[in-house]
């Protein structure tokens, strides 16, 4: 070969590698789409990471949102009539609308909905948003009050499979015709590291608590605990009422999970003791009324301390301070008259608060029906609580 021949080579093999370099490198795979079935429960974890407890699909996804830029919330923040606000951008009637979960992004200060087109049926007070519909719409609302459906399109996510999910099959007792399916999850919450998901299983022993490592890895290695307490209300012990709100918390320097049950007992879990395969029973610590779900529950400070706010669909909303649980003796495992035992508590107004979330260090914001019959999306002054 040529010195000429050579060089000419040289330059189309330079020129070949140029071109199909960056080409190649620009022809990154896409992330699948999500396999969602339901949007049943919504929790944050870290660097913008929503989870979300598909209770149709007896999973946990985790959504990396890459929403990490922090917001400023007004000081009068808050939406009026917010469900006519949701029908305008999604093409349906106010009367459609129904709001599953709120959850606020503590990375932006964005909050997030699950929503559903299937509040028209909704004819029970004993009936709750997953009873009805499968939420399938993704909203965010900015902290500059704007309302945009997420696409999970392109977004990294990971996904942590429930073992032994209830059978879709099985139905409610006392609701005419609801699958079991809907409270597979009925809560979940992310805490150093660990995914708690509450639920409903196939075990004989019904109520369930999932421990899932974050980062999820082969689909998640879940660990299930089938939990039982004593509902002093009804005078017995249950398994198959599954939890339906909790928190994790640190008493007395042990991690425990706070946890609210129908009619509503107030019960404490020591995640030490929540292994794979055990059967756990929890400590009742208070009875707060019967006839109501406890629909959601954060902790919030105020002073440097921090307390236990409950919000219900059927009573006020309840203050708890957990040094009076980290001090309470004992145990409530005999029948309560009156419904109302151990625990103190105070009530706040609040009636119609479908649910809420830590916004920042001095408020709270709620999703709140008013008289009128509008949902509001309103933020509350912790100095109130």
């Known amino acids: 070969m040529t010195l000429r021949r050579a060089f000419l080579c040289l330059v189309v093999l330079s020129l070949a590698v140029l071109l199909t370099g960056p080409v190649a490198a620009q022809e990154t795979e896409s992330a699948p789409p999500v396999p969602l079935q339901s949007l049943s429960s919504l929790a944050f974890g870290p660097d913008g990471v929503l989870f979300i407890g598909d209770a149709k699909a007896g999973a946990v996804f985790a959504i990396e949102t890459g929403d990490v830029t922090e917001g400023v919330v007004g000081e009068r923040f808050g939406l009026r009539d917010l469900e006519t606000q949701l029908a305008a951008m999604l093409g349906t009637r106010a009367s459609e609308v129904l709001i599953h979960d709120l959850a606020v992004n503590p990375s932006s200060r964005n909050m997030y909905l699950a929503v559903s087109r299937g509040r028209a049926g909704w004819d029970s007070r004993w009936e709750l948003p997953n009873d009805l519909a499968d939420a399938s719409i ?63 299983s196939n075990e004989e022993f019904a109520s369930t608590l999932w421990r899932v490592a974050y980062p999820f890895e082969n689909e998640g290695e879940s660990r299930k605990t089938t939990v039982e307490i004593f509902h002093g209300a009804h005078g017995e012990w249950e398994t198959h009422a599954p939890i339906r709100a909790f928190v994790p918390y640190e008493l007395e320097g042990k991690r425990q999970l706070l946890a609210a049950y129908l009619c509503t007992p107030l019960v404490t879990f020591d995640t030490a003791n929540l292994q794979d395969g055990a059967h756990v ?99 509350l002054s912790t100095r109130r609580f």
């Open 281 to 379: 029973k929890g400590r009742t610590v208070a009875e707060f009324g019967s006839g109501n779900y406890p629909l959601d529950m954060v902790v919030y400070q105020k002073d440097g301390a921090e307390r236990l706010l409950i919000a219900n669909s059927n009573l006020p909303m309840m203050i708890v301070d957990p040094a009076d649980i980290a001090s309470f003796e004992g145990e409530i495992n005999t029948e309560v008259e009156g419904y109302v035992a151990g625990v103190p508590y105070e009530i706040r107004s609040g009636t119609g608060v479908q649910q809420l979330d830590v916004l920042d260090e001095n408020r709270i914001v709620v999703l709140q029906r008013l008289p009128g019959g509008t949902l509001d999306l309103v933020t």
């Open 138 to 200: 993704l909203v965010r609302i900015t902290t500059t009050g704007e309302l945009e459906e997420v696409s999970l399109e392109g977004l990294a996510w990971s996904k942590a499979v429930l073992p032994d999910p209830v059978d879709a099959a099985k139905t409610h007792r006392w609701k005419r015709g609801v699958s079991l399916r809907t409270d597979t999850i009925t809560d979940l919450a992310y805490d150093e590291g660990t995914v708690w998901v509450a639920g409903l």
